[in-house]
């Protein structure tokens, strides 16, 4: 399974950007559990939110609460993360992740399959 995320870029405080990550390869996409983690330079990698299998289950990071949205679409093979009310805090790689086990783990180490990063940078 391969997973890219992408949607990144340079965003003012206060702005929007919504994320997406693409499953291909042998994959069982619709029986993953999908993550989003972040990492920003010096610091250890933070759980951002989670969904389950169908989509009807998501977990979100205290970070996340009330600002970040993730949904799916199966059909897609592709999870997304919308995020709204950008802070210059949430500057970051963000990277997205499968667990097999079809989970809204907030644990990294769930997660079987990872992805590349894609940067998000928000400006004062």
């Known amino acids: 399974v391969q997973l890219q995320a992408s949607g990144g870029g340079l965003v003012q405080a206060g702005g929007s950007l919504r994320l997406s990550c693409a499953a291909s390869g042998r994959t069982l996409f619709s029986t993953y559990g999908m993550g989003w983690f972040r990492q920003a330079p010096g610091k250890e990698r933070e759980f951002v939110g989670a969904?389950?299998?169908?989509?009807?289950?998501?977990y979100s990071g205290d970070s996340a609460k009330g600002r970040f949205t993730i949904s799916r679409d199966n059909a897609k093979n592709t999870v997304y993360l919308q995020m709204n009310s950008l802070k210059p805090e949430d500057t970051a790689v963000y990277s997205c992740?499968?667990?097999?086990?079809?989970?809204?783990?907030?644990?990294?180490?769930?997660?079987?399959?990872w992805g590349q990063g894609t940067q998000v940078t928000v400006s004062s």
């Open positions: 992740a499968a667990d097999r086990a079809g989970r809204a783990s907030s644990s990294s180490r769930e997660y079987e399959y």
């Open positions: 969904i389950n299998w169908g989509g009807d289950s998501t």
